[in-house]
């Protein structure tokens, strides 16, 4: 599933192609979203021009004119491309959007886990998607006292807490993986037994790392690419993600592979303690 680098990625490639441009026609192929894409809404949306592109956790706003937005999330397969006109439409093209100089914003899902939502912008908050997440990890707030909080008392394995989208707001397993990493921290350490330093490590090294991934326009094993259609380059540069049974980057150990629920977790036995 695409994590805040990704999506951060196709909000910056989505910008050049859409800032500006009006919508002519929304077409809508395939209904059957995680949540069933409101035809209807989408239809409406036909003569408003894109204001704004921004992002809020895992989630890309498209801001329309008269206070709409259109919300997506890409799922565990989601895209969205922008294509010239005259490509040929790809099976699992669900949502087609005509612009007004005719190019065209395709939504590409093949396993139909995305959402496609449109609202006004007062209530936008107001959307379950959206009501209770977290702090983003590039707000200032994301300090060793803010983290520090959750963990006091929590039994929870750290890599879990990671994940929680109510406390950061877009990490994911990878990020939270690699998070560790550089912290020195174990993906199954309870969060309760680690100390403030530990916190410490894992807050500053958040947001420096999701800005190296990020440079790296994500992450691509399989399925997410950017609005032109291009996969990212992070892969090459993960410390311990994936890449179980090789030799750690910084020191001879082996990378390890855990179970954590129904997750795996990566960690360097040597570096990680």
Same mark, same amino acid.
């Given at each position: 599933?695409?994590?805040?680098?990704?999506?951060? $990625?196709v909000?910056?490639?989505?910008?050049?192609h859409?800032?500006?441009? $009006?919508?002519a026609?929304?077409?809508?192929?395939? #209904? !059957? /979203?995680?949540v069933?894409?409101?035809?209807?809404?989408l239809?409406?949306?036909? @003569?408003?021009?894109?204001?704004?592109?921004?992002?809020?956790?895992?989630?890309?706003?498209?801001?329309?004119?008269? =206070?709409?937005?259109?919300? &997506?999330?890409?799922g565990?397969?989601?895209?969205?491309?922008?294509?010239?006109p %005259?490509?040929? *439409? *790809?099976?699992?093209?669900?949502?087609i959007?005509r612009l007004?100089? =005719?190019?065209e914003?395709?939504?590409? %899902?093949?396993?139909?886990?995305?959402l496609?939502?449109v609202? *006004?912008?007062?209530?936008?908050?107001? /959307? #379950?998607?959206?009501?209770?997440? @977290?702090i983003?990890?590039? %707000?200032p707030?994301l300090?060793a006292?803010?983290? &520090?909080?959750?963990?006091?008392?929590?039994?929870?394995?750290?890599? %879990?807490l990671? /994940?929680?989208?109510?406390?950061?707001?877009?990490?994911?397993?990878?990020?939270?993986?690699?998070?560790?990493a550089?912290?020195?921290?174990?993906? $199954?350490?309870?969060?309760?037994? /680690?100390t403030?330093t530990q916190?410490k490590?894992?807050?500053?090294?958040?947001? !420096?790392?999701l800005?190296?991934?990020?440079?790296?326009?994500?992450?691509?094993f399989?399925?997410?690419?950017?609005a032109?259609?291009?996969? @990212?380059? &992070?892969?090459?540069?993960?410390?311990?993600?994936?890449?179980?049974?090789?030799?750690?980057? $910084?020191?001879?150990?082996?990378i390890? *592979?855990?179970a954590?629920?129904? !997750?795996?977790?990566?960690?360097?036995p040597g570096?990680?303690?």
């Amino acid at each position: 599933m695409p994590e805040l680098p990704e999506v951060e $990625t196709v909000c910056r490639s989505l910008r050049p192609h859409l800032l500006g441009r $009006t919508i002519a026609r929304v077409e809508v192929i395939e #209904p !059957r /979203l995680r949540v069933p894409v409101n035809r209807r809404a989408l239809h409406r949306l036909t @003569g408003r021009r894109i204001e704004k592109i921004s992002r809020t956790a895992k989630y890309i706003l498209l801001h329309l004119s008269g =206070g709409v937005v259109w919300m &997506f999330h890409l799922g565990m397969s989601g895209k969205l491309i922008c294509v010239k006109p %005259d490509t040929a *439409r *790809r099976k699992h093209d669900h949502i087609i959007v005509r612009l007004d100089n =005719g190019a065209e914003l395709r939504y590409h %899902d093949p396993r139909r886990f995305g959402l496609s939502v449109v609202c *006004r912008r007062e209530h936008l908050l107001e /959307l #379950p998607q959206l009501r209770h997440v @977290g702090i983003d990890p590039f %707000d200032p707030r994301l300090t060793a006292d803010y983290l &520090f909080s959750f963990t006091r008392g929590s039994t929870r394995r750290i890599r %879990d807490l990671l /994940l929680d989208q109510q406390i950061i707001a877009g990490l994911g397993n990878i990020y939270a993986n690699e998070v560790l990493a550089i912290a020195g921290v174990k993906p $199954t350490a309870r969060a309760y037994r /680690l100390t403030r330093t530990q916190i410490k490590k894992i807050a500053e090294a958040i947001p !420096r790392l999701l800005a190296d991934a990020i440079r790296w326009c994500g992450t691509s094993f399989s399925d997410y690419r950017d609005a032109d259609d291009r996969s @990212g380059e &992070f892969q090459k540069h993960l410390r311990v993600y994936d890449r179980h049974g090789e030799q750690c980057r $910084t020191c001879a150990s082996v990378i390890k *592979r855990v179970a954590i629920g129904n !997750r795996s977790g990566y960690y360097c036995p040597g570096c990680q303690k």
